[in-house]
């Protein structure tokens, strides 16, 4: 027994080793605001393209940031068969703002067979910015807030590359228990499975993006097909930063203060939901990646902590060194969201939450209800059309 504890040891040690010195950096978190010196703007003009459907407690705050940007543009929100009232409140506050003439309300037609509902909407909004023929959209979600000079920053980024995609991962709401727990892991998490020094790299075929502020040039990706391409993806985001990249685009990620989300998840359940929504669509609905994230995620996470509840000194020690290199590599995330260190602690727990989600993600796949999201069920399993409505 003891000699299989410390070949476990071993491997952790080994897994926490590579994930510091070999995954990219990916925990040393840098800021994304380009220093006042950089400052040089890119051509062409820009659009945004706002898909919502029942935000209209959201919606609001989030025009507002967008018709006030420092660089002006045309915003077109395509309203995804709201039933709240989210056109209207859209409208009301950009009338407030004073910049009615930038708003473009787009009513979606009905969900065609083969596509998901946010790309459905996406692609209605890039085909009607077509007419104003801007080099650049810009892709964001209706409940992200964003600083004056995003805008400007993700344009100074692009030219700089010079890239293809540039986005910003949002400040994500977290003040209550359960976001203070599981909210700095997921951004972690994503960083972990893509490096945004990874991304970069073009010599790597990693490519990921983060869905709430995107900033894409629309000649490449008319070139790549459009989203057309990508339809029926569920993780639209990373499906487009992919489609890109094989295209020969480059990309840009990481993370900003200027953009923050104003979704709030009250509760646990609130975020598993979350996480159930996509998790197992990222594992291709395959049973046997499933299985090897449940392992390794066991050793990656779980074991180090109770690495220290046995009798080896060998053991305990590796455990410690194993938690320690999870708990500094954490601790960035931590006061990025500016919460007490102490919660460097806790991403085991974490973990643990986020592994029974995935696990949770494959039982809703197989029972046909997976990726629910606003009454849509959108991965469905055997169908290659992948977005059905709930009764």
């Not at 705050?61 to 068969?81: G, H, K, R, Y």
């Amino acid at each position: 027994m003891s000699g299989l504890a410390t070949s476990v040891a071993m491997l952790t040690v080994l897994t926490w080793s590579y994930l510091v010195l070999a995954r990219g950096g990916f925990w040393r978190l840098k800021d994304a605001k380009p220093a006042a010196s950089d400052k040089a703007a890119i051509r062409g003009g820009v659009v945004a393209v706002v898909p919502a459907r029942n935000e209209a407690e959201l919606i609001g705050p989030v025009v507002t940031a967008l018709v006030n940007q420092s660089v002006a543009m045309p915003v077109l929100l395509v309203d995804d068969e709201s039933t709240d009232g989210t056109a209207d409140a859209a409208r009301w506050a950009a009338e407030k703002a004073g910049k009615t003439d930038a708003l473009i309300v787009i009513q979606s037609k009905p969900l065609p067979t083969g596509w998901t509902g946010k790309l459905w909407a996406v692609h209605q909004g890039i085909e009607r910015a077509r007419a104003l023929h801007p080099a650049w959209l810009l892709l964001v979600d209706a409940d992200v807030v964003h600083g004056p000079e995003t805008v400007a920053n993700l344009s100074l980024v692009a030219a700089q590359g010079p890239y293809d995609l540039v986005s910003f991962m949002v400040k994500l709401h977290c003040e209550n228990l359960p976001e203070r727990l599981l909210i700095p892991a997921f951004v972690y998490f994503f960083f972990m499975l893509y490096p945004p020094a990874w991304i970069r790299d073009t010599r790597r075929s990693t490519a990921g993006a983060a869905g709430g502020c995107m900033l894409v040039n629309a000649e490449t990706l008319e070139r790549a097909g459009g989203l057309e391409s990508i339809r029926g993806a569920v993780i639209d985001d990373c499906s487009l930063a992919r489609l890109l990249k094989q295209h020969d685009g480059r990309l840009w990620m990481g993370p900003t203060d200027q953009s923050r989300s104003v979704r709030r998840y009250e509760t646990f359940s609130h975020i598993g939901r979350m996480i159930s929504r996509t998790a197992f669509y990222q594992l291709r609905h395959s049973s046997l990646l499933l299985l090897c994230t449940i392992v390794g995620m066991v050793i990656t996470y779980l074991v180090p902590p109770l690495l220290l509840l046995t009798r080896s000194r060998l053991t305990i020690f590796m455990g410690a060194a194993a938690w320690l290199a999870m708990t500094i590599t954490y601790s960035t995330m931590v006061r990025y969201y500016r919460l007490n260190r102490a919660w460097a602690l806790t991403l085991p727990l974490a973990a643990l939450f986020y592994l029974g989600a995935t696990i949770h993600s494959a039982v809703r796949y197989w029972n046909g209800c997976g990726g629910d999201w606003k009454g849509r069920i959108q991965d469905v399993q055997d169908r290659h059309v992948t977005e059905t409505p709930l009764s």
